[in-house]
């Protein structure tokens, strides 16, 4: 196990991500690292979205964003992000973590404003360091 310093300046993580099983290894991963905070999940770009749109709460310090899902999917939910997603548009950091090894997937994502980095999934405990500086 890592030292798990706890990183205080995250509160609240959004995963968005329609497979349960690397939610629970990324949560775990967190934990393991040191991320002491909310994390909240979402099972495709849409609820994310709508989450985004109805949350009375803060918007979340971290979004972490998968590609591939069904319904809607990362590129989709960038793309309406930066049009509805006013509130939290310049308060939340997005990086997409996904299985894609494609040049075009990154190329695309990180053409975004919005995105602040790609990592492949799942989670390692230095794309976690960096993910929250």
């Given at each position: 196990m890592v030292n798990?310093?706890?990183?205080?300046?995250?509160?609240?993580?959004?995963?968005?991500?329609d497979d349960e099983g690397f939610n629970y290894l990324n949560m775990i991963s967190l934990q393991q690292n040191g991320v002491?905070?909310?994390?909240?999940?979402?099972?495709?770009g849409k609820e994310a979205l709508q989450y985004l749109l109805s949350s009375s709460d803060d918007c979340?310090?971290?979004?972490?964003?998968?590609?591939?899902m069904p319904v809607m999917d990362g590129f989709e939910f960038l793309n309406k992000f930066e049009k509805q997603g006013a509130k939290c548009h310049?308060?939340?950091?997005?990086?997409?973590?996904?299985?894609?090894?494609?040049?075009?997937?990154?190329?695309?994502t990180m053409s975004k404003?919005?995105?602040?980095?790609?990592?492949?999934?799942?989670?390692s405990p230095g794309d976690i360091r960096e993910i929250m500086q």
């Open positions: 798990a310093t706890p990183m205080k300046n995250v509160k609240k993580i959004l995963l968005v991500d002491d905070c909310r994390v909240d999940i979402a099972l495709n979340p310090d971290v979004i972490l964003l998968d590609l591939n310049t308060k939340s950091r997005v990086f997409v973590l996904s299985s894609s090894e494609r040049e075009e997937d990154r190329y695309k404003t919005v995105v602040k980095g790609f990592f492949s999934k799942p989670l």
